[in-house]
């Protein structure tokens, strides 16, 4: 079963047909969704589509387009919805300075808050990271990472970065992008990156794969980006769906072997 790292499906692009489309994805062969929050408000809409939907399950954390929001009071309303049991990371968290949403002192600040939150409530890592290679590494170091590791989101950094995030044992995420023609860099790194290390994402509803690129992306379109890891590694897309299952069920369920019941 394909096991979905990185959804967003409280996002409106699903308001219209999301208790339909949820339901079928399992028909087409996913066994597993993570979906991650990015503000306060997806954190609850997450908490409760991982309630209705068993193979659905959550991160509750705060992008850094929308660290701005954070205040000590909402903080503290973060930390106990960690604790809910269908929550199994922290994230989406870290830095964002292509769009420079908000300043990067306070973008800093709450990525290492939510770092020490992860270490505090147990919990593995999902971080989002562009155009701030440096400063990510920086404070994950600082913060001596995460105890539970994590994976880097939409990778988007060259192999000399993916080297040094899987020194520190972190996955590294890959979704549409690699189908993408002027996805060298990102090929690069996946040929670079061992299998093992490597988790499928869609980031859904954005960054649809080759042939639906520029349309709403689900996962159900993840047979395409296994297919292109495959091409690259000279194995099977079934290979790459099974091991990436592993992966993804070692980093948030503490168990590559974990079946829902
Ligand atoms: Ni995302």
Same mark, same amino acid.
């Given at each position: 079963?394909?096991?979905?790292?990185?959804?967003? /499906?409280?996002?409106?692009?699903?308001?219209?047909?999301?208790?339909?489309? @949820?339901?079928? !994805?399992?028909?087409?062969?996913?066994?597993?969704?993570?979906?991650?929050?990015?503000?306060?408000?997806?954190?609850?809409?997450?908490?409760? @589509?991982?309630?209705? +939907?068993?193979?659905?399950?959550?991160?509750?954390?705060? &992008?850094?387009?929308?660290?701005?929001? !954070?205040?000590?009071?909402?903080?503290?309303?973060?930390?106990?919805?960690?604790? &809910?049991?269908?929550?199994?990371?922290?994230?989406?968290?870290? !830095?964002?300075? /292509?769009?420079?949403?908000?300043?990067?002192? %306070?973008?800093?600040?709450?990525?290492?808050?939510?770092?020490?939150?992860?270490?505090?409530?147990? @919990?593995?890592?999902?971080?989002?990271?562009?155009?701030?290679? =440096?400063?990510?590494?920086?404070?994950?170091?600082?913060?001596?990472? %995460?105890?539970?590791?994590?994976?880097? &989101?939409?990778?988007? /950094?060259?192999?000399?970065?993916?080297?040094?995030?899987?020194?520190?044992? +972190?996955?590294?995420?890959?979704?549409?992008?690699?189908?993408?023609?002027?996805?060298?860099?990102?090929?690069?790194?996946?040929? +670079?990156?061992?299998?093992?290390?490597?988790?499928?994402?869609?980031?859904?509803? +954005? !960054?649809?794969?080759?042939?639906?690129?520029?349309?709403?992306?689900?996962?159900?379109?993840?047979? /395409?980006?296994?297919?292109?890891?495959?091409?690259?590694?000279?194995?099977?897309?079934?290979?790459?769906?099974?091991?990436?299952?592993?992966?993804? =069920?070692?980093?948030?369920?503490?168990?590559?072997?974990?079946?829902?019941?």
């Amino acid at each position: 079963m394909i096991f979905e790292s990185h959804a967003h /499906y409280d996002d409106e692009a699903f308001d219209t047909d999301r208790d339909e489309l @949820l339901p079928r !994805l399992r028909q087409q062969g996913i066994g597993y969704v993570m979906n991650i929050s990015s503000d306060i408000s997806s954190v609850s809409a997450c908490i409760a @589509l991982a309630e209705k +939907y068993p193979f659905v399950y959550a991160a509750a954390g705060i &992008h850094p387009d929308d660290t701005g929001e !954070l205040n000590e009071d909402n903080f503290e309303w973060l930390k106990k919805q960690c604790g &809910h049991k269908k929550v199994l990371a922290v994230g989406e968290i870290g !830095l964002d300075y /292509y769009w420079d949403n908000v300043e990067r002192e %306070v973008q800093k600040k709450w990525f290492a808050r939510q770092l020490a939150l992860a270490n505090e409530m147990s @919990l593995p890592v999902v971080i989002h990271s562009r155009d701030a290679a =440096k400063d990510t590494l920086d404070i994950m170091k600082a913060e001596k990472a %995460v105890e539970k590791r994590g994976v880097i &989101h939409c990778f988007s /950094y060259t192999k000399e970065s993916a080297r040094e995030f899987l020194a520190m044992g +972190y996955l590294i995420g890959v979704g549409g992008v690699v189908t993408f023609q002027n996805a060298k860099k990102l090929r690069e790194c996946v040929a +670079y990156v061992p299998m093992d290390r490597i988790l499928l994402e869609t980031d859904s509803p +954005y !960054l649809a794969p080759v042939p639906y690129r520029g349309k709403r992306n689900c996962s159900g379109y993840l047979p /395409y980006v296994a297919e292109k890891i495959a091409e690259i590694k000279g194995i099977s897309g079934e290979e790459v769906i099974e091991v990436t299952e592993k992966n993804a =069920k070692r980093l948030f369920m503490g168990n590559e072997d974990f079946e829902a019941k």
